[in-house]
């Protein structure tokens, strides 16, 4: 395929799991061909206006706000201003439009590809969506019948799409994650200075952490590590919790245990890991099948349409992965954990079933059908 110079304008974001699919379409646009021009629009004062810039690439913010479903008086105030800001979101759109004049629109979900996707199709610009999770968010399910492809990572999206508008892509993720060897293993642990005759798990609950990881961990270590005679555990706590970490650990002599607010070689951090510990959110998912690690997830309650228990069912039912409710992490999690570390047959099985469910080249799928739609 020629992929020639474009004019494209991507949309969307509120958090990592959004924006991080869009910068990797956004930089695998460029790769293909470096002239192409991409037009970043988010939502003012959200996580994107400063992670999307630090990426190299342009971004608008649009006024535009979200419906919260928690009630209470700020909450309603907010929802207040959803109309106006919506309206007046879509006004701007139509502007950065006619500006910047893309050839077609990309959204991949949040609140803030609503009013640039709706503007877009009403202009006649071609238009495709990308949906992470196993359950369409509610932005994504108004434009499906609007724009003319609809990327996922999951089947049985027919529930909320078009089916004849659905491709099979996956969910962008990082470059460095994939199958690793025994050299990689080797360097990940020499890293975090860990002993390769010991079983060794990963826990990740985000950048900002995850309190029912922690709380976990914390129930663990309380009863005086059952279990984990033999393991060694890396800890990304989070940077929300790393003060309340630190004053729980202080005193504490754990060598085992090595925890940090942020893990910035994660690449090494999952080659070291015989197990990964994960809240289920799509990329997560994603880079837990692309790396082929054996995974414990602890879906997240706290999100939309509990889009994380779907993702995470996806690999359970297809025995890649397993789950432990959130409401029983404090007493399952670990045990559950270092029962599977110490089976190296099951974790076997894990592996190579979540290998199974990789689609780890879709960044560059998604760029074609990019291409494909505009008809080139």
Not at 294 to 306: I, R, Y
Request: glycine share 10%; hydrophobic share 45%; proline share 5%.
């Amino acid at each position: 395929m020629t992929y020639r110079k474009l004019r494209v304008i991507i949309s969307g974001g509120g958090t990592g799991g959004h924006i991080f699919p869009a910068v990797s379409i956004a930089k695998e646009l460029v790769k293909v061909n470096p002239e192409t021009e991409i037009l970043f629009v988010g939502a003012e004062g959200k996580m994107e206006m400063e992670k999307v810039p630090a990426e190299g690439f342009r971004i608008v913010g649009l006024p535009v706000v979200g419906l919260q479903r928690q009630l209470t008086l700020r909450n309603v105030a907010n929802d207040l201003l959803v109309p106006a800001r919506y309206l007046g979101s879509i006004r701007k759109a139509r502007k950065l439009i006619r500006q910047f004049k893309p050839e077609i629109a990309v959204g991949v979900g949040g609140y803030a590809s609503a009013p640039l996707l709706r503007a877009a199709t009403a202009m006649r610009i071609p238009a495709l969506i990308q949906e992470q999770n196993g359950f369409a968010g509610l932005t994504n399910k108004m434009l499906g019948p609007r724009v003319q492809k609809i990327c996922v990572a999951y089947e049985g999206m027919e529930r909320f799409f078009p089916a004849d508008k659905i491709v099979m892509t996956g969910n962008p993720i990082r470059p460095s994650m994939h199958p690793y060897g025994a050299a990689e293993r080797e360097e990940g642990l020499k890293l975090y200075g860990f002993d390769p005759s010991k079983r060794h798990i990963l826990i990740i609950g985000g950048s900002l952490g995850s309190g029912t990881l922690n709380n976990a961990m914390k129930a663990w270590i309380e009863a005086g590590c059952p279990g984990g005679e033999d393991v060694e555990i890396l800890w990304q706590c989070g940077k929300y919790y790393k003060s309340g970490i630190d004053a729980f650990m202080e005193g504490r002599q754990l060598p085992a245990v090595r925890y940090s607010d942020f893990i910035a070689r994660m690449d090494l951090a999952y080659a070291m890991a015989d197990v990964i510990i994960s809240r289920s959110g799509a990329s997560s998912v994603s880079e837990i099948c692309a790396t082929a690690k054996a995974a414990v997830f602890v879906p997240s309650p706290n999100v939309a349409e509990d889009h994380q228990t779907h993702n995470a069912m996806a690999l359970v039912r297809k025995d890649a992965a397993l789950l432990v409710r959130d409401a029983d992490a404090a007493e399952k999690l670990m045990p559950t954990a270092l029962e599977l570390v110490h089976d190296s047959e099951r974790i076997a099985v894990l592996e190579k079933n979540a290998a199974a469910m990789a689609l780890p080249d879709a960044a560059h799928t998604i760029v074609d059908e990019i291409y494909k739609l505009l008809g080139e």
